[in-house]
T-cell receptor
């Protein structure tokens, strides 16, 4: 079965650079979520999209933005990168309209800011 | 953690032993879920227990929920080395079910 696909798997950027992370949700899932997980930390919710519209927002810095495109893939754009942005970034998808709350996670993108 | 604490933070056991992890949460919930994460990998959904359920089983997993104490426990019986991972509880929040995670328990199962 198709799973959530994230790219790239690893990314190294310098401070003040920009990074773009991509997520391809499971086909026919209507909701995409982005999470950030620092070293030894639990995943923290950043932002979500339902049917291509922003549905919820968490502790996402103003330097970050995200969108979901017509083909349902989503991108997380991170500008003016800081050392503290180094983390695992997960995308997850779910079928909210079916009443399910289980989320399916991608393998994540490990971002290292140097 | 956004949601609450998990106890213990780390657990080290031998193969064949049982592992029990506890999770506390802060808000009212419709359900509580447990996820597993292998080192640096994605999270995998293990089991969901609804707020009107007290106990649920899935294979070697047993989950309990006490809504009066706002706590849940995950029991892994007859553990295997392959069970070595971090385990997180999570509760859906908001109309679009974003997950709020507990702090996680790092389980190490030694052969």
């Amino acid at each position: 079965a198709a799973g959530v696909i994230q790219s790239p798997r690893h990314l190294i950027k310098e401070k003040r650079e920009t990074a773009t992370l991509k997520c391809y949700p499971i086909p026919r899932h209507d909701t995409v979520y982005w999470y950030q997980q620092g070293p030894g930390q639990d995943p923290q919710f950043l932002i979500s999209f339902y049917e291509k519209m922003q549905s919820d927002k968490g502790s996402i810095p103003d330097r970050f933005s995200a969108q979901q495109f017509s083909d349902y893939h989503s991108e997380l754009n991170m500008s003016s990168l800081e050392l503290g942005d180094s983390a695992l970034y997960f995308c997850a998808s779910s079928l909210v309209d079916r009443g399910t709350t289980e989320a399916f996670f991608g393998q994540g993108t490990r971002l290292t800011v140097v | 953690s956004q949601q609450g604490e998990e106890d213990p933070q780390a657990l080290s056991i031998q193969e064949g032993e049982n592992a029990t992890m506890n999770c506390s949460y802060k808000t009212s919930i419709n359900n509580l879920q447990w996820y597993r994460q292998n080192s640096g990998r994605g999270l995998v959904h293990l089991i969901l227990i609804r707020s009107n359920e007290r106990e649920k089983h899935s294979g070697r997993l047993r989950v309990t929920l006490d809504t009066s104490k706002k706590s849940s426990s995950l029991l892994i019986t007859a553990s295997r080395a392959a069970d070595t991972a971090s385990y997180f509880c999570a509760t859906p929040s908001g109309g679009y079910n974003k997950l709020i995670f507990g702090a996680g328990t790092r389980l190490a199962v030694h052969p």
